[in-house]
């Protein structure tokens, strides 16, 4: 079915899997099935990609760093330690330039604190695909479209004492890919999803020799909602539900000089594909499962599933893991230089990548932009930038300590 088909397109664009020579997974085999090539799938995978560029100016890190006006993608309980009344971003990437040149990814997210505990913001996210030309088996074009997705984002965060606070963010996504062209019969619709976030992020002062630092934590669990489908109700596709935890320590070098390192680790917590036995199928017709378990759950079922279903055991769970490592420095609080690695599995998508990022902060207006270098040739994410301007508003002496 080519709906099914463009929709597992650009999971696999999006997610930019790269090939891993000598390995194959073709899902049912009869041999091994140590060092699979076995990359989680979900759709609307544009929901994982770093939005801004501080976050991915360090590798894809948020959950822990200093609060802004982007925390809404990294860890939205970060709002409630924000320092200004309110504040709002613009932000721009060309997504897979290397490849073509017109997918991009706009995001816009501002913020607003209510009181002394409590702050409010909202986000939109826009990913444009370009256009494409839908064609049926035999090459006859059916209708060019422009498809797209995007999220609409509302969140609340909240102090619960002087250290800690949490978030809860609620979702709207559509996904319309298809632009309503009938395929083999089959009339196409936007898929749509509604999802929530909940998020914990804890911070302290302390001291690191004779210097001040402070040290922070972050969780985020994000995406949590229903199933999409893009026609045909009996096939649905998880969203990515995905889990992030992060620390991070800032030190302040001296009046003039800081610095943060940071760390971040990503799993997604939706179902990994089973291995099946080849050309092997039960009563009903069904493939029968050589390793792993049944990913036609719910969406409960699988979060808690993601953790032991993969079929190579504990092993592989823990290749799903990715890892980021970064740091940042700031030269008067105006002038920043960021730096990370980001790491995946080869046998769950092999993105590998360092990053480099400036940032520039004058009174209320602020610049930040970030570039990704992979290690690996021939790397679709190549030369990927991203823009973010940013207007912070209305300092206020609200959210310091007793």
């Known amino acids: 079915m080519i709906l099914k088909k463009l929709a597992t397109y650009t999971v696999t664009i999006l997610t930019t899997i790269m090939p891993v020579f000598s390995q194959v997974n073709t899902g049912q085999l009869n041999g091994s099935i140590k060092d699979i090539v076995n990359p989680v799938e979900t759709t609307v995978p544009f929901l994982t990609i770093a939005p801004e560029s501080r976050g991915g100016g360090m590798a894809d890190i948020g959950a822990a760093t200093s609060p802004d006006v982007n925390s809404m993608h990294w860890n939205p309980a970060k709002y409630a330690f924000i320092e200004n009344k309110f504040g709002a971003s613009f932000s721009y990437t060309p997504w897979l330039h290397s490849l073509v040149n017109d997918i991009n990814l706009s995001y816009l997210s ?14 939109l996210r826009y990913f444009s695909l370009g256009e494409v030309e839908f064609r049926n ?79 922070s934590f972050g969780l985020d669990i994000s995406n949590i909602g229903k199933k999409i489908s893009y026609g045909d109700d009996l096939h649905k596709e998880f969203i990515p539900t995905n889990m992030r935890l992060g620390g991070a320590l800032a030190i302040d070098v001296d009046e003039y000089n800081s610095l943060t390192f940071a760390a971040d680790l990503n799993k997604l917590l939706v179902p990994t594909q089973p291995i099946y036995w080849a050309d092997s199928v039960d009563n009903n017709n069904n493939k029968v499962i050589r390793a792993g378990k049944d990913p036609n759950v719910s969406v409960v ?102």
Not at 116 to 122: G, H, L, M, P, T
Not at 138 to 144: A, N, T, Y
Not at 163 to 184: D, E, K, P, Q
Request: without cysteine; aromatic residues 16%.
């Open 110 to 123: 501002g913020y607003y604190r209510i009181d002394r505990q409590q702050v409010v913001a909202a986000t």
């Open 137 to 215: 088996d035999q090459g006859d074009l059916i209708k060019p479209a422009k498809p797209n997705e995007m999220a609409v984002d509302a969140a609340y965060s909240r102090l619960f004492g002087q250290h800690i606070s949490g978030g809860l963010a609620f979702r709207y996504i559509n996904s319309n890919l298809a632009s309503g062209a009938t395929v083999n019969g089959v009339d196409s619709k936007p898929g749509w999803s509604f999802a929530v976030d909940a998020s914990a992020f804890y911070t302290n002062k302390i001291k690191l020799s004779d210097k001040d630092a402070n040290l």
């Open 301 to 402: 079922s699988g979060i808690f599933q993601s953790f032991y279903d993969a079929p190579g055991g504990f092993t592989e769970e823990l290749h799903e893991v990715t890892y980021s490592l970064g740091m940042e420095y700031w030269y008067h609080k105006q002038l920043a230089f960021r730096a990370g690695y980001f790491h995946e599995n080869q046998y769950k998508g092999n993105r590998k990548f360092f990053t480099v990022g400036l940032g520039l902060r004058l009174n209320v207006f602020g610049l930040d932009f970030s570039y990704l270098v992979p290690t690996n040739a021939n790397n679709p994410l190549a030369n990927t930038l991203r823009f973010t301007l940013i207007f912070d508003f209305g300092a206020t002496k609200k959210t310091k300590k007793e």
